[in-house]
């Protein structure tokens, strides 16, 4: 009994860590294609949809929460 909820445990874990990753994943995707605006980076690639600026967070505030983003995942190790 003991054997099998160690077993168990150890699906657990690496299942719940796939989770938080993809919902940090989920929510990075959802933020960068709701307040983030589109910058042309190809002159042969036209931007077709441009948000409001109203609608969308400054560069400053942007980096920021990269940061924040990154020291999540990775731990405080960013300097």
């Avoid at 909820?5 to 919902?23: A, C, V, Y």
């Amino acid at each position: 009994m003991l054997e099998e909820l160690s077993n168990m445990d150890r699906i657990t874990q690496p299942q719940d860590e796939i989770q938080r990753l993809l919902t940090i994943m989920s929510s990075t995707i959802t933020y960068l294609t709701t307040r983030t605006t589109f910058l042309q980076i190809n002159a042969d690639i036209p931007v077709t949809n441009q948000r409001n600026p109203d609608k969308f967070d400054t560069a400053d505030v942007f980096e920021g929460l990269s940061i924040v983003l990154l020291e999540f995942c990775l731990g405080p190790t960013i300097g």
